[in-house]
């Protein structure tokens, strides 16, 4: 049972904070760590000017060759948890989170052209193009090998090899108001089976044959949409793998460092907050909630998960470095956080009394906005029991994989 | 970084485990609710309660994650006896006993010659230190569940300012056995007048250590029971048959079965920190033993219940064995005081008035 990082590790860390001592000065970037960059916008000067920094120090997108833009490093996944603590401490900026480093990027590693790693990556992990996921339609959710939407292969008279017509619709497409390509899944083969007939494209957002209708969360945000594409093209070598290998192209395992295994910061960030919400918030008899015995168990309650998340999270990493498995705990992490979080949502309501009467963005336009922000939480915590896999999906995947149950439904990436 | 057991703690396991499947399957745990428990010397030449019993005193010079790992296999095997109060006695003598008190009790302890149980509670439900009234130079008061059986002959007692030894025949002591819920942990009650004793040289920080090691290898015999629980519900819905095909083939089946797996199996690491944290003298040692006993203690309810409800109608019948598991589950929850308990001990260290750390300050709660 060793908890450190040992000697190596601890110099590496000295070696990380000296740089960004010499490198970060918090005012630079206003935005703090892990929350990234939205879609659409390259960095600005002194953030672009810091990841640049560090990328050549090896600090920033290690997995991505050099020719590329990233710093090519041996995956290490203690390093990469230094480096991540370290720069969260700071508030520093790390990769971008965007769909496209997160998404397409580990895909176009795998399995890209060379001329698709050229064109793209770079600009990708530099924030200069965005992209977003074509996956999921209207008939096509959970089931997800069951999409409609084909791609023909058109020979046309200019360009050599044609273009890929495609027609159909996408839907719950986070960011394709703003993002400049789609990665999609179309059908390319109508007579193959389910999985055998898909295939993974490449297309410009930019073009007449996609219109793009933005859809209002329950949020009251709109920060996804409908995308429709009706004769929609792009080149015929604008396409991942071959033609009818999609399934697997998007189920590439990525081989990206396993840093975030079971990483609680962002359960600890709500408990924290929520913590202090209970202290600022008056409760029963004028007293602030946190001083409630009852308050104080259920918020310990939610404490007791996250601290059995942060463990298993350890236990994780820790069998990861020494290629040993970790039995079904990889595959309950997800529904770990989405439990956490619609705790904490539960219990934040009781906190706000009336202020869960007010919508997030507060009672009244040019108002400060007061507790109620929380209420932007409380909707989002239902998200993530549904986006990137659904808790019952989620469940059929324990189930069936980390507890040896028969398959009988068939699942994501099988 | 290696947050995982080593290769001797695994053996350690092994050998537990392998002795249960051999020697002492869950049809002899039976004996305890059919009919007279025999003697459990086999089990006791495991010496797992002797495991922190440092070397030196013959005993195994272990550590409080390796006593830990014991408790969680003898949770999964429904161990009876009072391995619990012996291995907390043990732990009092070697953490609390003077020099010479060790050399006197320890090399008994070890060889199992005597064996020594641990008695806290008072009634009312009187378990943490500052709730105890029994202390000062006169012992007079009555303890109750205590964990006896398997000749134990010596009792640790737990006072409000410290810990003291006594003979269970000793003058001015009496016992009254009681029946149990949980016949795998048979208890006694001790009433004291006045009796002769001696105390350990520890005070009230010693016991408070012997009542955190009781959390932690409650929380580990928890954790061994739930999963133990979840293996035999998964076992069951594999054979059980039933609308022409397995149980385990329906989605509300698999989910029940995956819900509660996402419930138990990561609360593992939680009580391996607890023992390190202890083992390592950490500043939140005590708080998280308690946040930890709380969480596990009510996986395992959750479990135990659900894996008797997965079960049928055969999972409600004493002649299965699942309700063992549930009534341990009952006697971890109560035993060493119920969560409620143990969270608001925890909530006094972690919800000081000191500020949480301040890093998600600014961005509340956009997730």
Known sequence: MDLTYGPDYERFREEVRAFLVEHWRPSAGSRPAGAGRAEGSADSGDVALFRQAAVAAGYLYRSVPRQYGGSEQPPDALKARVIKEEFEAVRAPMELRSLGTRLLVPTLLEAGAPWQKERFIEPTITGRITWCQGYSEPEAGSDLASLRTTATLVKGDGEAGGRWVIRGQKVWTSSAHEADYMFLLARTNPDAPKRKGISYLLVPMDQPGIEVRPLRQVTGESEFNEVFLTDATTGADWIVGEPGEGWAVANTTLKHERAWVGDVSESDRLMNSLIRLARQTPGPAGRPWIEDQRMRSRLMEVQGYVEAQRYSGYLQLSRSLKDEPSGPLGLINKISSTNIAERIAAIAIDILGDASLLPHTGARPGAAIGPERWMYQYFGSLGSAIAGGASNIQRNIIAQRGLGLPRDTVLPGE | ?367
């Open chain 2, 1 to 367: 970084m290696d947050f995982d057991l080593s290769a001797e703690q695994r053996l350690l396991e092994q050998s537990i485990d392998s002795f249960f499947t051999g020697s002492f399957p869950l049809s002899r745990v039976r004996e305890c609710y059919d009919a007279q428990l025999g003697p459990l010397d086999d089990l006791g030449a495991l010496h797992l309660s002797e495991i922190l019993i440092p070397d030196a005193y013959g005993g195994g010079g272990g550590t409080i994650l390796d006593v830990a790992v014991a408790a969680e296999r003898l949770g999964a095997a429904c161990a009876p006896g009072p391995f619990l109060g012996r291995a907390l006695a043990a732990y009092a003598l070697t953490t609390a006993g003077s020099d010479e008190q060790r050399s006197r009790w320890l090399p008994e302890l070890a060889s199992g010659q005597r064996r020594a149980t641990i008695a806290i509670a008072e009634p009312g439900g009187r378990w943490s230190l500052d709730a105890l009234q029994m202390g000062g130079p006169r012992l007079t008061g009555e303890k109750q569940h205590v964990l006896a059986g398997d000749a134990v002959d010596l009792v640790v007692v737990v006072l409000a300012d410290g810990l003291a030894l006594l003979e269970l025949g000793a003058d001015g002591l009496t016992t009254v056995d009681t029946e149990v819920l949980d016949r795998t942990r048979p208890m006694i009650s001790v009433v004291f007048d006045g009796p002769d004793h001696e105390r350990l040289a520890g005070g009230a920080d010693a016991a408070e250590r012997v009542l955190q090691l009781g959390a932690v290898l409650v929380a580990a015999d928890a954790y061994g029971g739930a999963a133990k629980c979840l293996d035999l519900a998964v076992a069951y819905c594999q054979v059980r048959e039933q609308f022409g095909t397995t149980i385990g083939h329906f989605q509300a089946v698999q989910h029940q079965l995956a819900d509660l797996a996402a419930d138990v199996l990561p609360a593992r690491g939680m009580y391996w920190y607890a023992a390190h944290a202890m083992d390592c003298a950490l500043g939140d040692a005590g708080g998280f033993a308690s946040l930890t006993k709380a969480h596990i203690t009510e996986r395992y309810i959750a479990a135990a219940r659900r894996a008797i409800e997965l079960h049928g109608g055969i999972g409600y019948t004493w002649e299965n064995d699942l309700h063992f598991f549930l009534r341990r589950a009952v006697f971890d929850r109560a035993y060493l005081g119920p969560p409620e308990l143990h969270r608001q001990r925890r909530a006094r260290s972690q919800l000081a008035e000191a500020p949480e750390k301040a890093r998600a300050n600014g961005q509340l709660a956009r997730t």
